[in-house]
């Protein structure tokens, strides 16, 4: 498989199962609906942790534009910056594709649910508090501990394998999500990936979901500029920190 087919397939696999827990939780006579935050985070770190395991021998598994950038930008000796505008355009593709499969997977509940915010929230994210530079500030600080953790998993000799793609590698890094999500992901939703966000944002427009309502494009430039921002930063502070 090509890492850009793979990458592609990983984002489309990583969005339908996350923004597929969260259709579980809020859609209206869902059999999980209310099932909560902690529900919520633990799929969406389950979603990377599969994803990546299903493709990361491929392409590395990144299915973040801002794991993409920030490897290419400390000069990664596995990722040059050839790739990366093959690499993100394929995780734009595959994450409106992860999310029109789970619009097509709760189909009825759309109808069902009269809230259009509830099934804007599916696709992609919304601050609890609308403050433009506190919103963008955590989602560069939760997107710089992503990468920061990251890039520290196969550093730290917990993998049988080369990278986090292989061995403990993707459960580990799973794990990375969920603890960012269940600490920093309060204020914003956590998008930490502009792919996750904005391409799921676009299917959510270009969608004739029933009853539903804007798709928030005044608020969609944070969820990309926070993540790709704090991967720079992550990134380079590993590198500050440890070396490559």
């Not at 093959?86 to 594709?97: F, K, N, V």
Request: with cysteine.
């Amino acid at each position: 498989m090509s890492p850009y087919l793979a990458e592609f397939v990983g984002t489309a696999l990583l969005v339908l199962l996350g923004d597929g827990v969260v259709a579980t939780v809020v859609l209206h006579r869902s059999k999980g609906n209310g099932g909560g935050w902690i529900v919520i985070t633990l799929g969406w770190g389950l979603a990377v942790a599969m994803a990546v395991y299903c493709v990361g021998r491929f392409s590395g598994g990144h299915l973040n534009p801002a794991v993409t950038l920030g490897l290419a930008a400390i000069g990664n000796i596995d990722f040059a910056w050839t790739k990366v505008a093959g690499y993100i355009l394929a995780q734009m593709a595959g994450a409106i594709t992860g999310a029109i499969l789970v619009w097509l997977s709760y189909l009825p509940h759309w109808r069902e649910t009269a809230d259009p915010a509830v099934k804007l929230g599916v696709f992609c994210t919304a601050p609890a508090i609308r403050s433009p530079f506190a919103n963008l500030m955590c989602e560069a600080i939760g997107t710089a501990v992503l990468l920061l953790g990251a890039i520290a998993v196969p550093a730290a000799h917990n993998l049988k394998g080369p990278g986090w793609s292989e061995g403990f590698g993707p459960l580990l890094v799973g794990l990375l999500v969920v603890s960012i999500g269940v600490s920093l992901g309060g204020p914003t939703g956590y998008a930490i990936n502009p792919a996750r966000d904005l391409g799921p944002r676009i299917a959510h427009a270009l969608l004739p979901i029933s009853g539903k309502g804007s798709s928030d494009w005044s608020y969609a430039w944070i969820p990309v500029v926070g993540p790709v921002l704090g991967g720079l930063a992550g990134a380079f502070l590993y590198r500050l920190l440890f070396g490559l």
